[in-house]
């Protein structure tokens, strides 16, 4: 009987991988599907990873480098310095990088409405399934 009852009132939709229970009054399966759908907010944050991922690189590099001249007999004091001004700079560029993701991260976690999220519409069309099953029974 639950079966009969699943296929009667649920509409079940496939979109991007994900399985949506829908009943009315739900979001349509138009917008389920651009919500689930990576928005360009997504890839863009992961761009920005990937971009300080690339400057840790440069980070060591850059100190490998600098500590490389350093064990020389007669170091370089030019090079040693340019190294190291690169170091300081790709440091800098990668703590701003990683606490604009930390705040972004803060405010996924404490609820503030963010880009690129269908928790919130999977959440309402579990709940409303829920909701229907219990009616039944």
């Given amino acids: 009987m639950a079966e009969s009852y699943t296929t009667d009132l649920v509409d079940v939709c496939r979109s991007k991988g994900r399985l949506f229970f829908l009943s009315q009054g739900d979001p ?3 917008e389920l599907a651009n919500m689930a759908a990576p928005s360009s907010g997504v890839i863009e944050r992961l761009q920005q990873l ?3 991922e690339k400057e840790v ?3 060591l590099r850059n100190a ?3 500590i490389q001249e350093l064990s020389k007999d007669k170091p370089s004091e030019r ?3 340019h190294h190291t001004k690169q170091f300081l ?3 800098e560029t990668v703590e701003n990088g990683l606490t604009k993701q930390i705040l972004y991260l803060t405010q996924v976690s404490t ?3 963010h880009e690129g999220s269908s928790y919130s519409a999977q959440k309402d069309a579990k ?3 829920h909701r229907d099953r219990k009616s039944v029974v």
Avoid: D, Y
């Fill in 28 to 30: 349509t399966i138009a």
């Fill in 50 to 52: 990937e971009a300080i």
């Fill in 57 to 59: 690189a440069n980070i």
């Fill in 64 to 66: 490998g480098q600098a």
């Fill in 79 to 81: 090079i040693v310095e």
């Fill in 89 to 91: 700079s790709c440091l």
């Fill in 111 to 113: 609820g503030h409405p």
């Fill in 127 to 129: 709940m409303a399934l």
